[in-house]
């Protein structure tokens, strides 16, 4: 499933100047989405009537001045130790989360990949 939801945004986000990472784990997407607002929306409409998940959740918007992936239309991660437990996740620990602790994992990716800028 995941091997087909990165190979839908490789081949739509560039042509839409979109860029982001996409956290795996658990059952659980944690998606970092860059990009002009108006492909955003679009995009996250298109997520939202998406039937591979139960349920999404917005869980922080912001202006950013500069990309965390430029030069990744949808970078995955391989490194299991970035995210919360199963156990963090199912008591609400992403909702909970503060926008630095959401913010965390997308960080550390992104310094793991000098390629992503
Ligand atoms: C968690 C999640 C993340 C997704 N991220 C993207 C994305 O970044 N770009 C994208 O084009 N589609 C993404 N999709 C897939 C879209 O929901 C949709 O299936 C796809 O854009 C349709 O593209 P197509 O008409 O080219 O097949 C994602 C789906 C899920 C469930």
Redesign the pocket.
Known sequence: ?LA???S??????PQ?G?T?A?I?RHDV?L?L?EGPAEAIDS?YA?????D??TN?DLLLTEDMGERMFPAW??LDDEAPSLFWSAQDVAAGALEKASPEELRAPFLRLSAAHPGAG
């Open positions: 499933m087909g939801i990165l839908a945004a490789r081949r739509n986000n839409q979109i982001g996409l795996c997407y998606q989405i995009l298109r997520i939202l009537s998406d591979r998940h999404v239309a949808m």
